[in-house]
Antibody, heavy 118, light 107 residues
């Protein structure tokens, strides 16, 4: 069945780089886009960026200078790297998927909580 | 970017009440809108696709509608399990943008 699972460090120091992995199963990264969405504690959801099925990427312009998304299709993994972390980057980070004309944001990972603190 | 103005930000209602949450889009998004339910500590769960289509497994007391640039999620008769946060998302234009969310609590 379809699954997405985020993994990464729970604690990152300010100014450091966040590295997260989304491991997927039950579908192919060459057929579906994978998105990253984050949520500060007690606040709303923010779209961060996506890895398209063909390897192209799109980013939220507010994060573009700090954010990089890549993938390893052989391992069914999508990676997020964001540098220069600050305390307001604290929150839960999710990956989710879509496929144009088929389905949109239907399955989500359980999320990984990231705290930016010294 | 398209702005999604969601209201109310929070509300309290009684069991059996009819509840409506609204998102207004700043530009035309057609029907490219999803409603999510999110319970504490859980991932968002799609409830309504394409503005009006019920997702698989969602109770029929939930419905979605559109009037121009206003999109509504309605719960016809509130049940205790419906207490949650609700979010709208437009995906007509990149970047996808969410409403600020509505916290639904029991009165």
């Amino acid at each position: 069945q379809v699954q997405l699972k985020e993994s990464g460090p729970g604690l990152v120091q300010p100014s450091q780089t966040l590295s997260l992995t989304c491991t997927v199963s039950g579908f192919s990264l060459t057929s579906y886009n994978v998105h990253w969405v984050r949520q500060p504690p007690g606040k709303g959801l923010e779209w961060m960026g996506r890895m398209r099925y063909n390897g192209d990427t799109s980013y939220n312009s507010a994060l573009k200078s700090r954010l990089s998304i890549s993938r390893d299709t052989s391992k069914n993994q999508v990676f997020l790297k964001m540098n220069s972390l600050q305390t307001d980057d604290t929150g839960t980070y999710y990956c989710t998927r879509d496929r144009l004309g088929i389905t949109t944001f239907d399955y989500w990972g359980q999320g990984v909580m990231v705290t930016v603190s010294s | 970017d398209i702005q999604m103005t969601q209201s109310p930000s929070s509300m309290s209602a009684s069991l059996g009440d009819r509840v409506t949450i609204t998102c207004q889009a700043s530009q035309d998004i057609g029907n490219n809108l999803i409603w999510f339910q999110q319970k504490p500590g859980k991932s968002p769960r799609p409830m309504i696709y394409y503005a009006t289509n019920l997702a698989n497994g969602v109770p029929s007391r939930f419905s979605g509608s559109r009037s121009g640039s206003d999109y509504s999620l309605t719960i016809s008769s509130l049940e205790s399990e419906d207490m949650a946060d609700y979010h709208c998302l437009q995906y007509k234009q990149y970047p996808p943008t969410f409403g600020a969310g509505t916290k639904l609590e029991l009165k």
